[in-house]
């Protein structure tokens, strides 16, 4: 029977982290429930994996408070500092860091052993756990002579096994060929809510960040910029910055024209199309952008002859990528746009170089500033 | 849950930065200071600042001395690099036959001391009555071959230094991946311009870097000039410093300034290195040791194969056969070839006695022990040095590794008189003791032992670390369980560089030993001066089959610091 584990919640406060006058991190406040999983979604050297390398004890943060289960793991200013050793956090490494010299039953049995348990129970756990990740026949391998999905589970199972506080991922997906990172993130989700473990999770990919997260923070140059679960924060981005991590592949710079009761037209820069939106932007600095999903155009071909309702490009096809259940058009407007379109019903004979059209709905364009007040 | 104070994360990086202080920079600055005195420090007399010890550079034995230095580095360094990187090139590159008996070739040469080397290369050309030149004697030849003269140096100095760039230059050759050659053809260039254009670049950044290498070690070389130049008085700056010492009345002071010139020039050759390899290095472009393209040679590869033969016979097959020779011979004198080979003038009772001389004995017995505690300390604090430099944030890192590689760029017989200097007058009565020549050889291999060690850190991922720290374990268990365990070819390796290196080294121990603290190597340099060539090749030869045979006996180990 799979014990579960006595979820901690985490807190962080005004986490800062500075590398020499480097900052890497710019003041960050998380909390994440008893059994929840987070997502820190950004871009390389944004901060995300420093701030969860704080909450492993890895790196001493600047300033700034962590808690783990309510007590203090870090705080700067009452001079705690818990050793990583003493913190019982489990760590996935993008790397796996699978101890070489040793089989896998030795990697896992390895934080029971520090707490010093009895062979007995070290053996029993070892079992259940090697059990439930599908090792088992693996157990006496030497761990180098496993394959990469098999490594990144004994990873998992060596931290599962020390039944810690919280489990920290960092991006342990990504050296892993697409259709097994695939499986292992479902398997991963599955097991995070069995055992009902509080974890963080660093990633740059959204649709991992989507699929994996009760929350997600995506972070930007040592900021969060915005928290939210992954259906708010895919429907109601705060800025252009978010929308363009969470997948709003179409971005143009603009202003808004007028305000109207059947919605807000909007001028695209250096051009003479306007669209129009039923979303007032919210408040923000940057300049104002209208963000709108690739899924969200709907794309025919363009006939001279036939009337052309509002919101609609025309331009041509400069290429037409299937991808089994889509097809991935780019399109150049002639109004000087270039935009991505996933279409997803039948293909349709639209080649390069074929005139076409975009039709997008007055609630599928967002406009958003660049950076959100907030 | 208590934070370790400041006092307790900082001991261990202030007792490391303390001991390095004393081991490298003391010595180096006892000598820059003698410079510049009028007598030695701790000499008992008084002393005052003086630049006339510069004097001694403008001497007519200094200049010569230099010009030979010069010479005799440019042109065995030549001579190497272009063995080497012919050699390297046939073993990586050509399907020349019994390719892996090229690579033994290519650094078999490493485990033969230069001071034996250079006792076979006497034996064999220095004068008349050497052995090559009895039978060229004998075959009518109008010329007959001199060692004792810059040629002779530059001849042995290429020789022998081989390994060095074949070993660099072999390593980028098999770095380099077939698919950089193939984009190179796909893109219209054939195999000479492949070669010229995409190779040759490529490799040149190991070339220069085992140029400098080479070069350093010929400036600060002490066999060659003393055993070959010894007789006829041919000095280079090295040995003038050992002259100046060790003359009567010697002259310390101008020794020193002597030593500063010869510094001089090699930290203007590790400059240049730096210089030259600016921006050079193509380490990063290896893929993993991909299938190699084989250029096929046709009948040239028993030329090839020649070349290879040649060398290994003149750089090892006649040089054993001459120790061998030296020290069976009941009698020095040889008439002609036919009584060269005479088995009845053979005799092994002197290499017997030599088995059972006590100075012979007392100086194994005091290099075994020098060469087992310099690699047992040296392998335990050069791995504390690395750990630091390469796994932690402790400040000070920098300058460990700074000062750590420091002694790449001093010159043996200058570390060893600072060495005398620095430790004569200390409370600790380390002189007329072996551990003298202890703290001399442990900053001397510093750099090659610190590197070595670093490289075997470095190859560890530091996730194997967190996730060991993660999982509950100490620093200290981290290290025991996953760390060490994981490193240990390295550190064993880097161990059996330290001794083998510890057991070849003459420079180092210069000034520092006594009559009973001399180690083998001392034996052999110095009773060359009593002139006594059957005693010399039998201690020689003994000494060349000790080296060999650990060496033999190590290989496994060292390998991954070669």
Same mark, same amino acid.
């Given at each position: 029977m799979v014990r579960v584990i006595d979820a901690m919640s985490i807190r962080i406060k005004g986490l800062k982290k500075k590398f020499g006058s480097f900052v890497a991190v710019h003041g960050v406040d998380i909390e994440v429930p008893e059994g929840k999983m987070l997502v820190l979604l950004g871009p390389s050297g944004c901060g995300k994996t420093t701030t969860m390398r704080c909450i492993a004890g890895l790196e001493a943060p600047t300033e700034g408070i962590i808690e783990l289960g309510g007590q203090p793991v870090f705080d700067s200013e009452r001079r705690i500092n818990v050793p990583v050793n003493h913190r019982n956090v489990g760590m996935v490494f993008q790397s796996y860091a699978i101890w070489p010299h040793m089989t896998v039953t030795e990697n896992v049995a390895f934080p029971l052993k520090m707490q010093k348990l009895p062979t007995a129970e070290v053996e029993e756990r070892v079992a259940e756990i090697l059990r439930i990740v599908g090792l088992e026949q693996f157990r006496d391998r030497g761990a180098t002579s496993l394959s990469g999905g098999q490594m990144q589970r004994v990873a998992l199972a060596r931290s599962l096994v020390m039944r810690p506080a919280v489990l920290l991922f960092d991006e342990p997906l990504s050296n892993l060929d697409a259709r097994l990172r695939d499986h292992l993130r479902v398997e991963l989700r599955e097991l995070q809510t069995r055992f009902n473990i509080t974890s963080v999770f660093v990633t740059h990919d959204q649709s991992e960040a989507l699929s994996l997260a009760d929350q997600i923070a995506v972070m930007n140059t040592g900021r969060v910029l915005q928290a939210d679960d992954p259906v708010t924060i895919y429907q109601n981005p705060h800025s252009s910055v978010v929308a363009d991590f969470i997948g709003y592949r179409n971005i143009f710079p603009g202003a808004v024209r007028q305000g109207g009761d059947d919605g807000i037209l909007f001028a695209l820069d250096e051009s003479s199309f306007e669209l129009t939106s039923v979303h007032p932007p919210p408040p923000g600095e940057g300049g104002i952008f209208a963000c709108v999903r690739p899924e969200d155009f709907e794309i025919e071909a363009h006939r001279p002859d036939q009337p052309v309702k509002p919101n609609t490009f025309i331009g041509e096809v400069t290429s037409a990528s299937f991808m089994g259940s889509y097809t991935q058009y780019r399109v150049r407007s002639t109004t000087g746009q270039v935009i991505d379109v996933f279409h997803n019903r039948a293909p349709l004979d639209l080649l390069p170089g074929s005139p076409a059209r975009l039709h997008v709905a007055p609630k599928s364009v967002l406009l958003l500033p660049m950076r959100s007040a907030s | 849950m208590r934070r370790a104070t400041v006092a307790e994360r900082s001991a261990v990086p202030v007792l490391v930065l303390v001991t390095l202080f004393v081991l490298v920079v003391v010595p180096i600055l006892m000598v820059v200071y003698t410079a510049f005195r009028d007598a030695v420090p701790f000499s008992g007399s008084e002393s005052h600042f003086t630049l006339s010890n510069f004097g001694a550079l403008f001497e007519e034995k200094t200049v010569s001395a230099a010009i030979n230095t010069v010479i005799v580095t440019i042109g065995g360094t030549l001579m190497a690099t272009a063995i080497g990187c012919i050699l390297a090139w046939l073993a990586a590159r050509t399907d020349i036959p019994f390719k892996p008996l090229v690579h033994v070739v290519g650094i $078999? !040469? $490493?485990?033969?001391?230069m001071l034996a080397a250079t006792v076979t290369w006497a034996l064999l050309g220095a004068g008349n009555s050497a052995y090559l030149n009895i039978i060229l004697a004998d075959l009518g030849a109008p010329f007959r071959i001199e060692m004792r003269s810059l040629a002779g140096f530059i001849f042995v100095e290429g020789l022998y230094h081989v390994p060095y760039p074949f070993l660099l230059v072999y390593a980028a050759l098999s770095l380099i991946t077939s698919d950089i050659e193939e984009a190179a053809a796909v893109h219209g260039a054939n195999q000479f311009q492949t070669t010229m254009k995409i190779i040759f670049p490529v490799v040149l950044p190991a070339i220069l870097g085992s140029m400098i290498l080479n070069a350093v070690m010929m400036v600060e070389n002490i066999a060659v000039p003393q055993i070959l130049g010894g007789p006829v008085g041919l000095e280079t700056l090295s040995i003038r410093v050992y002259y100046l010492m060790n003359r009567? !009345?010697?002259s310390p002071t101008q020794a020193s300034a002597v030593a500063l010139l010869l510094a001089a020039i090699v930290f203007a050759l590790i400059y240049a290195q730096n210089f030259v390899l600016k921006g050079r290095?193509?380490?990063?472009?290896?893929?993993?040791?991909?299938q190699q393209k084989v250029m096929s040679l046709g009948n040239w590869r028993y030329v090839a194969a020649g070349f290879v033969v040649l060398y290994f016979t003149v750089a090892i097959v006649l040089p054993m056969l001459a120790l061998l020779l030296g020290a069976l011979r009941a009698n020095a004198y040889i008439a002609n070839t036919a009584a060269m080979f005479d088995v009845a003038q053979l005799s092994s009772d002197r290499l017997l006695s030599i088995t059972s001389d006590s100075e012979v004995i007392n100086g194994l017995k005091n290099s075994l022990v020098v060469a087992f505690v310099t690699c047992v300390f040296g392998t335990g604090f050069f791995f504390i040095l690395a750990y630091i430099v390469h796994r932690t944030r402790i400040p000070g890192r920098k300058v460990i590794e700074y000062i750590a590689m420091m002694p790449l760029a001093i010159p043996a017989t200058l570390l060893a008189m600072g060495v005398l200097w620095a430790w004569i007058g200390s409370p600790i009565p380390v002189y007329g003791t072996i551990y003298i020549i202890i703290l001399s050889f442990l900053p001397r291999f510093m750099p090659q032992a610190f590197r070595a060690l670093s490289s075997s850190v470095m190859q560890v991922h530091e996730d194997l670390e967190n996730a060991a720290l993660l999982c509950g374990a100490t620093r200290a268990q981290t290290v025991w369980k996953v760390f060490l365990p994981l490193v240990r070819g390295g550190v064993v390796s880097a161990a059996f560089l330290l001794f083998v290196l510890s057991l070849r080294e003459v420079g180092g121990a210069l000034f520092l030993y006594t009559t009973n603290t001399r180690v083998l190597s001392i034996v052999v340099f110095e009773s060359y001066e009593n002139g006594s060539w059957d005693f010399v090749a039998g201690v020689s030869l003994l000494y060349t089959v000790l080296l060999g045979g650990i060496t033999l006996l190590g290989l496994k180990w060292l390998r991954p610091s070669l």
């Amino acid at each position: 029977m799979v014990r579960v584990i006595d979820a901690m919640s985490i807190r962080i406060k005004g986490l800062k982290k500075k590398f020499g006058s480097f900052v890497a991190v710019h003041g960050v406040d998380i909390e994440v429930p008893e059994g929840k999983m987070l997502v820190l979604l950004g871009p390389s050297g944004c901060g995300k994996t420093t701030t969860m390398r704080c909450i492993a004890g890895l790196e001493a943060p600047t300033e700034g408070i962590i808690e783990l289960g309510g007590q203090p793991v870090f705080d700067s200013e009452r001079r705690i500092n818990v050793p990583v050793n003493h913190r019982n956090v489990g760590m996935v490494f993008q790397s796996y860091a699978i101890w070489p010299h040793m089989t896998v039953t030795e990697n896992v049995a390895f934080p029971l052993k520090m707490q010093k348990l009895p062979t007995a129970e070290v053996e029993e756990r070892v079992a259940e756990i090697l059990r439930i990740v599908g090792l088992e026949q693996f157990r006496d391998r030497g761990a180098t002579s496993l394959s990469g999905g098999q490594m990144q589970r004994v990873a998992l199972a060596r931290s599962l096994v020390m039944r810690p506080a919280v489990l920290l991922f960092d991006e342990p997906l990504s050296n892993l060929d697409a259709r097994l990172r695939d499986h292992l993130r479902v398997e991963l989700r599955e097991l995070q809510t069995r055992f009902n473990i509080t974890s963080v999770f660093v990633t740059h990919d959204q649709s991992e960040a989507l699929s994996l997260a009760d929350q997600i923070a995506v972070m930007n140059t040592g900021r969060v910029l915005q928290a939210d679960d992954p259906v708010t924060i895919y429907q109601n981005p705060h800025s252009s910055v978010v929308a363009d991590f969470i997948g709003y592949r179409n971005i143009f710079p603009g202003a808004v024209r007028q305000g109207g009761d059947d919605g807000i037209l909007f001028a695209l820069d250096e051009s003479s199309f306007e669209l129009t939106s039923v979303h007032p932007p919210p408040p923000g600095e940057g300049g104002i952008f209208a963000c709108v999903r690739p899924e969200d155009f709907e794309i025919e071909a363009h006939r001279p002859d036939q009337p052309v309702k509002p919101n609609t490009f025309i331009g041509e096809v400069t290429s037409a990528s299937f991808m089994g259940s889509y097809t991935q058009y780019r399109v150049r407007s002639t109004t000087g746009q270039v935009i991505d379109v996933f279409h997803n019903r039948a293909p349709l004979d639209l080649l390069p170089g074929s005139p076409a059209r975009l039709h997008v709905a007055p609630k599928s364009v967002l406009l958003l500033p660049m950076r959100s007040a907030s | 849950m208590r934070r370790a104070t400041v006092a307790e994360r900082s001991a261990v990086p202030v007792l490391v930065l303390v001991t390095l202080f004393v081991l490298v920079v003391v010595p180096i600055l006892m000598v820059v200071y003698t410079a510049f005195r009028d007598a030695v420090p701790f000499s008992g007399s008084e002393s005052h600042f003086t630049l006339s010890n510069f004097g001694a550079l403008f001497e007519e034995k200094t200049v010569s001395a230099a010009i030979n230095t010069v010479i005799v580095t440019i042109g065995g360094t030549l001579m190497a690099t272009a063995i080497g990187c012919i050699l390297a090139w046939l073993a990586a590159r050509t399907d020349i036959p019994f390719k892996p008996l090229v690579h033994v070739v290519g650094i $078999l !040469p $490493l485990f033969i001391s230069m001071l034996a080397a250079t006792v076979t290369w006497a034996l064999l050309g220095a004068g008349n009555s050497a052995y090559l030149n009895i039978i060229l004697a004998d075959l009518g030849a109008p010329f007959r071959i001199e060692m004792r003269s810059l040629a002779g140096f530059i001849f042995v100095e290429g020789l022998y230094h081989v390994p060095y760039p074949f070993l660099l230059v072999y390593a980028a050759l098999s770095l380099i991946t077939s698919d950089i050659e193939e984009a190179a053809a796909v893109h219209g260039a054939n195999q000479f311009q492949t070669t010229m254009k995409i190779i040759f670049p490529v490799v040149l950044p190991a070339i220069l870097g085992s140029m400098i290498l080479n070069a350093v070690m010929m400036v600060e070389n002490i066999a060659v000039p003393q055993i070959l130049g010894g007789p006829v008085g041919l000095e280079t700056l090295s040995i003038r410093v050992y002259y100046l010492m060790n003359r009567i !009345p010697s002259s310390p002071t101008q020794a020193s300034a002597v030593a500063l010139l010869l510094a001089a020039i090699v930290f203007a050759l590790i400059y240049a290195q730096n210089f030259v390899l600016k921006g050079r290095d193509y380490r990063t472009i290896s893929g993993k040791g991909a299938q190699q393209k084989v250029m096929s040679l046709g009948n040239w590869r028993y030329v090839a194969a020649g070349f290879v033969v040649l060398y290994f016979t003149v750089a090892i097959v006649l040089p054993m056969l001459a120790l061998l020779l030296g020290a069976l011979r009941a009698n020095a004198y040889i008439a002609n070839t036919a009584a060269m080979f005479d088995v009845a003038q053979l005799s092994s009772d002197r290499l017997l006695s030599i088995t059972s001389d006590s100075e012979v004995i007392n100086g194994l017995k005091n290099s075994l022990v020098v060469a087992f505690v310099t690699c047992v300390f040296g392998t335990g604090f050069f791995f504390i040095l690395a750990y630091i430099v390469h796994r932690t944030r402790i400040p000070g890192r920098k300058v460990i590794e700074y000062i750590a590689m420091m002694p790449l760029a001093i010159p043996a017989t200058l570390l060893a008189m600072g060495v005398l200097w620095a430790w004569i007058g200390s409370p600790i009565p380390v002189y007329g003791t072996i551990y003298i020549i202890i703290l001399s050889f442990l900053p001397r291999f510093m750099p090659q032992a610190f590197r070595a060690l670093s490289s075997s850190v470095m190859q560890v991922h530091e996730d194997l670390e967190n996730a060991a720290l993660l999982c509950g374990a100490t620093r200290a268990q981290t290290v025991w369980k996953v760390f060490l365990p994981l490193v240990r070819g390295g550190v064993v390796s880097a161990a059996f560089l330290l001794f083998v290196l510890s057991l070849r080294e003459v420079g180092g121990a210069l000034f520092l030993y006594t009559t009973n603290t001399r180690v083998l190597s001392i034996v052999v340099f110095e009773s060359y001066e009593n002139g006594s060539w059957d005693f010399v090749a039998g201690v020689s030869l003994l000494y060349t089959v000790l080296l060999g045979g650990i060496t033999l006996l190590g290989l496994k180990w060292l390998r991954p610091s070669l």
